[in-house]
């Protein structure tokens, strides 16, 4: 019996030889992708909500001349208030130039601000963001407007201006944050205001610092928050040592074996005869030191730009932020 169609024995071989080595290498080839690592890449976020972009309020140093307000309610009679979801009433119509679907947000002018943390002066007109609204019926002098969103509540003679067109900036979610990064030598500025009058804002709370367009920042700029070392505390901190100074008596009268204070400075000259000469404390060191470096304490990021000011979102704190703390353009 004869067997037809055999292969002849050098192409057998290497018909075999690619059947073994074949799975090898496709299993070679699958631990090296598995292996392989990732590219590690900035991961990017909006850093703000439209909580923070559209209800942050701003300091404004010129504000125009305004007559828009709201002067009424649908449900006045028992109103004295409005939030979302309530309809308000406009004191301008078609005669005027509104429309049907037109959009506004409300403002309330809370007057004129400065601060003593800043050598600017006046900064402007602080005016609060109370909410937004839509346009639904228009008459010849007044119109209708259904209250869409609101960050507080709307007050009869709140203002109204042009709904502004804001886009959360990105930021790095992973980026290092260094609490001993040298300065940029970029603008610098102090945080002067916290939404809601807060004093010691933290992640996601708004701020107002007082660097503007004419400091040539921009939104979208991230910034440093900082402050010099050993400054911050809320109530004064005394340099005190904790025992005067090396001294005897803290021996028993047996054994003699405890001369010094566990807790005393040292001595500035530790050859001199006796325990009562001249010691390190700590006011001598601090004035002695060379430069150490600040406190970096958190970063922010611009939202809105006035003419002296920035509204700003803090997207990062390594501890208590407050007013009063040091801004710098990274």
Same mark, same amino acid.
């Given at each position: ?215 040539? @920042?921009? %939104?979208?700029?991230? *910034? ?6 050993? !400054?911050?505390? =809320? #109530? /004064? ?59 970096? @304490?958190? %970063?922010?990021?611009? *939202? ?6 920035? !509204?700003?979102? =803090? #997207? /990062? ?14």
């Amino acid at each position: 019996m004869r067997i037809r169609n055999i292969l002849p024995l050098p192409t057998f071989a290497l018909l075999l030889l690619a059947c073994v080595t074949a799975p090898a290498q496709t299993m070679s080839n699958h631990n090296a992708q598995t292996q392989a690592p990732a590219a590690a890449g900035p991961v990017v976020a909006p850093v703000a909500r439209d909580s923070e972009l559209y209800c942050a309020g701003f300091i404004e140093y010129a504000p125009a001349p305004n007559y828009l307000q709201v002067v009424g309610g649908e449900q006045e009679q028992e109103q004295r208030t409005y939030a979302e979801g309530d309809y308000v009433f406009i004191n301008a119509g078609a005669n005027q130039g509104v429309r049907a679907g037109a959009e506004y947000i409300v403002v309330r002018p809370r007057g004129q601000f400065s601060s003593p943390w800043s050598k600017k002066g006046k900064l402007g007109v602080y005016t609060q963001e109370v909410a937004r609204l839509r346009v639904t019926n228009v008459k010849a002098e007044t119109s209708v407007a259904l209250v869409t969103q609101s960050c507080d509540q709307i007050l009869l003679g709140d203002l109204l201006r042009a709904m502004p067109q804001r886009v959360a900036p990105l930021a790095p979610l992973n980026a290092v944050f260094d609490r001993f990064a040298d300065p940029s030598g970029k603008q610098r500025g102090r945080i002067v205001l916290a939404r809601d009058g807060r004093e010691a804002p933290s992640v996601s709370e708004i701020v107002f610092i007082d660097l503007g367009s004419e400091d040539n @920042v921009k %939104e979208g700029d991230r *910034l440093t928050i900082y402050r010099p070392a050993g !400054t911050g505390n =809320i #109530t /004064r901190f005394r340099d005190k040592e904790v025992t005067p100074n090396a001294s005897y008596g803290f021996e028993s009268e047996r054994f003699r074996g405890g001369r010094f204070s566990n807790e005393a400075p040292r001595v500035q000259d530790p050859t001199r005869d006796g325990l009562r000469g001249p010691i390190e404390t700590t006011p001598k060191v601090k004035r002695k030191r060379p430069p150490v470096p600040r406190k970096v @304490v958190g %970063e922010m990021v611009l *939202l809105n730009v006035q003419q002296r000011t920035a !509204t700003a979102v =803090i #997207t /990062r704190v390594a501890q208590e932020v407050h007013t009063g703390d040091y801004v710098e353009v990274q």
